[in-house]
Each structure stands twice: as structure tokens, then as C-alpha cells.
């Protein structure tokens, strides 16, 4: 009797925040499925029901497939940088054998990631401005005259350009996530494989790499996930052009709402970026659950 | 790299969601009485898009002396800025929640705003033969009317014209050029003179379409443009457009500095070229004049003609880009009458001056509001030569429909860049516009 209650009572403490979730979250989630099968003019507020249309469309949709193209470039390029990359920066640092100098550079590494990304966007910018910016003139002053250019103004670049900013912006962030799980390893182990005569880079795959396999894992879901949710650095520095071709999903999905008017196609796009990203989340669950390492 | 665009589109959904749960569209009011006698109580709600100093303080100060003159009404202000006002105005439509009195452009955007239901029929009080109506300028009112009613409220006007250093014209011996091929032919000169001959900065997209369309305002037949910026009726056939294209890759390649990097360059950077004296001309709106001659070029030093035209163009030589931007009143208003009376107020002439002076510097729409006395020289004569214009050419991004001005925007950014033809181009804008029927 007393269990039941407590039970009962239990379930009316989480009630108001099931309320609230399932407002805010989950009906706007049904609701954009919804939006998705209609071609709706807002400003007569008419709602056609198309049916499948929305999608239909966006396989003929060529911008769509190149935004895609560009998150999974920058998935990869994300995964190399802030997982592979970090995981191997947070290993040197961890041999540093000064604390105070271990302290210094993991500062150092992750003071970009303070910088929120609209400012990093705007900084990065001003750095690739084909006529003020320094790394023009840098370029110029090493005499590479030939490599000056625009960054975020030609096809070729603009994409690899913000990509690289943002590589820069989320590195430190991961290395020292990195950072903190080596830490974690027991120092026993690598005195052990030290006398075993194992020398730094065995020690680093033998040791380091099994044991923080469990964070590795989760950088990678999380790294991948937020390369299919970008959206202010591409807003900020180029808003998708020239010609489209640094659109990602998050923006060719604001701009096909919110420019070309068309909210049934932006809500088809969203429901495939949800789609996406909560197949990495389910990932994300299943590895969490696989990788559990225990010392 | 953490979770972003979701959150941020699910809120904005999440607003339009609670539309939708409201049935969604705007129900059918009873036409409000524009004409009646305003009852002077209660909130009035605006959407302007004067965020940002100097002009915030335009409707603010509007505000508080209205309130003075009526104190039983609260003028309530919602203030954006160019961008913001876009989205601001999208969410607010799709939640059937737009205040009384609300900022728009004309062309497509003002269409949607009446096909909709959602701007009052304001023909008893601001029509062409009205005491209202009297006081703006025939042009600014005309671009607010469709099938013979009016429904906008023209609150400044604007040009588009090509801003000169008179000076760097003397340095390297050139005069204003009479046509668009003797503007080509002057960049040469200026260069050699130590100038960039023409500041360009398209990162937005937009400043390549007002080239473009005053470009198409020359080389195409009026009947046969206004045909083609409505998808039901466009052909998009006339070599007119080609022929613009071209000549505007010309222009880019051969009188910018950065050429096929133009993409990259903000246009504030090109603006700021010009103010500093590096670049001989600077294609820019009225509403830049004041800008211009803040830096190394003195207000004397300053001239303006309209982008000239090209030799044997088949359109019409006498249009200029430009386009007033006003504001609508919400038909679901049950304020319509006081928000007239606000609007009213607020085009008076004496109000009217005070925007068209500095620190605001927007040359109102009303007759006698910028004179030489108030207004900067090159800001007077460009409000003459607009309000000379037999016709003005809307802007490209707003007179079209949004998909259609999306490729366009798309097209002009490849064609700067060097990755695709002018043919190309006017290609995939007839795909989008056939898309779009």
C-alpha cells in the first residue's frame, strides 16, 4: 500500500516535465511529419495535403544531395581531426612531464572552443577577406602570390575553408576530453609495459588507444552527429553560397523555408536530418552499452 | 562541434506548430472600416525595421509623442533589422499573430501580404485622389497598389545609381560615360590612374541581382519582363537576358579588383572602398549617399548617375532600379482605423523631413519632404531622378517569386565565379520558375 503510493507519487513528480517534453519536443516533432506532407502558403494559410511529394522532390533535388555531400565531408574530416587528431595531441600532451606546462597547452588547445561559433565564424571571415585579411597577406609576404585568394568566395574553397575553421574551433574541446580519459588510466600499466620494454608508440596503441576506446567511441558518435546539425558557421560565413555549394542540410532546410517559402519541403528536409541524426543517437546508445572498459 | 540546427529550427517550428494547432490561416474578419473614426484607446502593436542606430529612434520617438497626444493609447514597437525582420515577419504570418501596422517591401513580398487576406484596403483614405494620398510622390503610392486598390503605406524611397569620385574621373581623364560600353572602356583609365575602378562586394548575393535587373530593365521589353517574373506566364526566352548577363560578368571581370573572388567581399568592404578614396565608383542606393562622403570623399567630391545604358538595348532606357519600402496594415486588426491614424502621423510632413535628415537620412515619399535643406545634395538629386523615372524596376529579389529570385541570386554568385555561362544560368532560373507554377 505504502509502495503504491510511493510509487503514485513518484509518477506526479515526473508528470509536469512529461508534459512539458512531450509539448515542446515530441508534438513539433509529429507536428513536422505532418507539415511534411503539405504544400502550405502561409500567407493564406491554405494547408494541400501532397502526400510524399516533399520527399519525391528532394531526390530531384540536386542541392539537396550536395548539402548532404557536405555533411558527410564534414563528418569525415571532423572524425580525422577531433577524434584521431585529438585523441593523438591529448597523448603527447599526457607525456609532457611538466604539469605546469600540461596545464598551459591544454589551455592553449582549448581556448578556441570558448569562442562561440557565430564569433568564430565572423574572426574566420575577416581572416580569409581576399583583400584585408591576413592570410592573404601572409601568402603574399611568403611570396605565394598564386595562393592568395577568395576563400569563401569561389566553389573550390568556400567549403574546405569553413570546415577548417571549424576544426579549429572544436579541436581543443576534444583533446581534452581526450586529455581526461588517459588520465584516468592507471599509471601501473604503462610502468608495467614500460619495463616489458614497450616504448611510446607501442604504448600508445597497446595502451592508450584500448583503454580510452570507450570515449573514442563517443567522440565519434558525437563529432558525427554535430557534423549532420551544423548551421551558424556556414550561416555566418557564407549563408550556403556561392551558388549553393557550402549549403549543408540545416541551411538548405532555413533557406527553403524561410527564403523560398516553401515550409513542407524545409519540414521534409528536417525529418530526414532527424532521421539521420537519431540513427547516430541509437548508434551512440548501442556502442555506449558495447564499449563499457573496466580496469 | 555540438547539436545546433535542430534545436533551433524545432523552436521555430514549434511556433508555427502552435499555429497549425490553431487551424491555421487567417479566418475570415469583416473588412475593417479604414475611413471610420479611430477610437483612441488600447495597444498598437508595430513591426518596423529600424532596428540599429541612428534610425531605432525614428519610431521611438514617434511613439512617445503620439502617446503624448492620445495618452489612453500604448504604442507597442517590435524593431528589426534587414535580415531579422525577414524571419520575423515569416513566423508571425504562419501564427496568424502580425501586429497592427507591419514594415514591407513591394513586388512579390507585398503580393503574398494581399493575395493572402492579411493588408486592409486602405483605397478610402491613402487612394491617388485621396487628401492622404495627395502627399506622396504618384510612383511611390502606384508600387503599392494592385488591381486599382491601395494597400501600402510608401515610407521612403530609394534609387540605385552609380556613385563617382569626381576627382578620380579628373585624374585619369575620363567623364561620365553616356553608355554601358564607355563605362567599360573607362575602367582601363582608372586603373592606371591608381584607382579600382569599380568597388564590388556580392557576399550576399543581392547587390549582383540589382546590377543584373537594372541591366535587364535595358536590354528586355517591359511587357515581356513583367511576364516573366510571374511563373504562370514567364518564358524567359528573350535574348535580352543573356546579353545582361554577360555584360555583367564583363563589368567583373574587367573594372573589379577581385574579379571572380567578388563572392567573398561583403559589400560594406566595397562601400567602405569607396568612402576611402581606393575605388573610383561604387554602384549603391540613396540611402548610401550620406555613407559614401563620410570618409576621404567630400560631399563635392561626390557624383551619381544611373548605370548607363547599353548600346542598341531593346528595352526601355528611361527605367532606374529603385523601390519605396513602407508598411501594411493587418486586416484582422480591430485597430485598423488608429493604426491609419498612427500612419498618418507618422508620413506627416514635418515627421517626413525629420527622416529625410540626417542622422536617418530616408528620403521620405512625401512631397516636399527632402529638399536641398534638409537632405545631402547627392540624396536630393537622386530622389529627382527617381521621382522623374516614367517607371521604377522593383527590386529582383523581391519583385519575383522567392524560388525563382533564389536562382537567380545562385546564378548571378556562379557566373561571378567563373563556374557556369550566362545560358546556363537563365536555364536553371526557368527551371525554378517552372517549379514554382
Known amino acids: ?295 | 562541434m555540438r547539436p545546433r540546427v535542430l534545436p533551433t529550427f524545432a523552436a521555430l517550428l514549434g511556433t508555427l506548430t502552435l499555429a497549425a494547432c490553431s487551424g491555421g490561416g487567417p479566418a475570415q474578419a469583416p473588412a475593417a472600416d479604414a475611413a471610420a473614426t479611430p477610437e483612441f484607446s488600447g495597444t498598437l502593436s508595430i513591426l518596423t525595421k529600424f532596428a540599429g542606430d541612428p534610425t531605432d529612434a525614428y519610431f521611438e520617438n514617434l511613439a512617445a509623442e503620439y502617446q503624448k497626444k492620445h495618452p489612453q493609447v500604448k504604442v507597442e514597437l517590435i524593431q528589426e533589422t534587414d535580415q531579422s525582420v525577414k524571419d520575423k515577419l515569416k513566423t508571425l504570418t504562419a501564427s496568424d499573430a502580425l501586429p497592427d501596422i507591419y514594415f514591407t517591401w513591394t513586388g512579390n513580398w507585398a503580393d503574398n501580404y494581399i493575395r493572402g487576406g492579411r493588408a486592409a484596403d486602405l483605397t478610402k483614405v491613402i487612394g491617388p485622389d485621396t487628401e492622404w494620398g495627395k502627399t506622396f510622390s504618384p510612383g511611390s503610392l502606384a508600387a503599392f497598389a494592385r488591381d486599382g486598390k491601395n494597400y501600402g503605406i510608401p515610407l521612403y524611397g530609394n534609387g540605385k545609381f552609380m556613385g563617382y569620385n569626381k576627382q578620380a574621373f579628373e585624374k585619369a581623364g575620363v567623364t561620365v560615360p553616356a553608355a554601358f560600353e564607355d563605362l567599360i572602356a573607362a575602367c582601363g583609365p582608372l586603373r592606371k590612374a591608381g584607382y579600382e575602378p569599380i568597388a564590388f562586394g556580392n557576399k550576399d548575393g543581392w547587390p549582383a541581382l540589382h546590377y543584373l535587373q537594372q541591366l535587364f530593365a535595358y536590354n528586355v521589353p517591359q511587357a515581356t519582363l513583367e511576364a516573366d517574373f510571374v511563373p504562370e506566364t514567364a518564358k524567359l526566352a528573350d535574348p535580352g537576358y543573356v546579353t545582361s548577363l554577360n555584360q555583367f560578368k564583363t563589368l567583373v571581370d574587367q573594372c573589379t579588383d577581385t574579379k571572380s573572388g567578388t563572392n567573398g567581399v561583403l559589400y560594406t568592404s566595397a562601400q567602405e572602398a569607396f568612402a576611402g578614396g581606393k575605388a573610383a565608383m561604387y554602384y549603391q542606393e540613396i540611402l548610401e549617399f550620406d555613407n559614401a562622403t563620410s570618409g576621404k570623399v567630400k560631399p563635392d567630391d561626390f557624383g551619381i548617375f544611373p548605370l548607363p545604358v547599353p548600346k542598341n538595348a531593346a528595352g526601355d532606357p528611361a527605367v532606374l532600379e529603385g523601390s519605396p519600402e513602407g508598411y501594411l496594415i493587418n486586416a484582422k486588426s480591430p485597430r485598423v482605423a488608429l493604426a491609419v491614424d498612427f500612419m498618418k502621423f507618422a508620413t506627416g510632413l514635418e515627421n517626413a523631413k525629420v527622416l529625410s535628415a540626417p542622422p536617418y537620412g530616408q528620403p521620405s515619399t512625401v512631397i516636399g519632404a527632402v529638399t536641398p535643406e534638409t537632405s545631402s545634395k547627392a540624396v536630393y538629386e537622386g530622389v529627382q531622378l527617381v521621382n522623374k523615372a516614367p517607371k521604377l524596376a522593383i527590386w529582383l529579389d523581391t519583385v519575383t517569386v522567392p524560388e525563382v529570385a533564389d536562382a537567380w541570386l545562385a546564378g548571378g554568385e556562379a557566373l561571378i565565379s567563373g563556374g557556369t555561362t550566362a545560358e546556363k544560368v537563365l536555364d536553371s532560373v526557368r527551371q525554378a520558375s517552372d517549379a514554382a507554377k
Not at chain 1, 118 to 125: E, I, K, M, P, S
Not at chain 1, 189 to 216: C, K, N, Q, S
Not at chain 1, 260 to 279: D, E, K, M, P, S
Open chain 1, 1 to 295: 500500500m505504502r509502495a503504491t503510493l510511493r510509487r503514485t507519487l513518484g509518477l506526479a513528480w515526473v508528470v509536469p516535465a512529461l508534459v512539458l517534453v512531450g509539448v515542446f519536443v515530441y508534438l513539433p516533432l509529429v507536428q513536422n511529419l505532418q507539415f511534411s506532407t503539405l504544400k502550405w502558403d502561409i500567407y493564406s494559410g491554405s494547408q494541400e495535403y501532397v502526400g510524399l511529394d516533399n520527399y519525391a522532390r528532394l531526390v530531384d533535388d540536386p542541392v539537396f544531395w550536395s548539402a548532404l555531400g557536405n555533411n558527410v565531408l564534414y563528418a569525415v574530416v571532423s572524425v580525422g581531426f577531433q577524434v584521431l587528431g585529438a585523441l593523438l595531441l591529448a597523448a603527447l600532451l599526457d607525456s609532457v612531464r611538466s604539469e605546469r606546462w600540461q596545464r598551459v597547452l591544454r589551455a592553449v588547445y582549448f581556448i578556441p572552443s570558448a569562442i562561440s561559433l557565430t564569433v568564430a565564424g565572423l574572426l574566420f571571415y575577416f581572416i580569409y577577406e581576399p583583400n584585408l585579411g591576413p592570410l592573404n597577406h601572409a601568402l603574399r609576404a611568403a611570396g605565394l602570390d598564386g595562393l592568395a585568394q577568395a576563400w569563401l568566395g569561389q566553389e573550390s574553397t568556400a567549403m574546405p575553408a569553413i570546415i577548417a575553421m571549424s576544426q579549429w574551433q572544436g579541436f581543443g574541446y576534444s583533446t581534452l576530453l581526450f586529455a581526461v580519459a588517459i588520465q584516468r588510466i592507471p599509471r601501473e600499466i604503462y610502468g608495467a609495459a614500460a619495463i616489458d620494454g614497450v616504448g611510446p608508440v607501442g604504448r600508445f596503441f597497446h595502451v592508450t588507444v584500448p583503454l580510452v576506446r570507450e570515449m573514442t567511441g563517443l567522440m565519434a558518435i558525437v563529432t558525427i552527429s554535430g557534423a549532420f546539425q551544423v548551421f551558424n558557421e556556414v550561416m555566418v560565413m557564407t549563408a550556403g553560397g556561392p551558388n549553393n555549394s557550402t549549403q549543408v542540410l540545416g541551411t538548405w532546410l532555413y533557406r527553403s523555408g524561410f527564403v523560398r517559402n516553401n515550409f513542407g519541403y524545409a519540414a521534409a528536409i528536417a525529418t530526414v536530418l532527424f532521421v539521420i541524426t537519431l540513427g547516430i543517437a541509437v548508434a551512440q546508445l548501442w556502442a555506449a552499452r558495447r564499449r563499457r572498459v573496466e580496469w
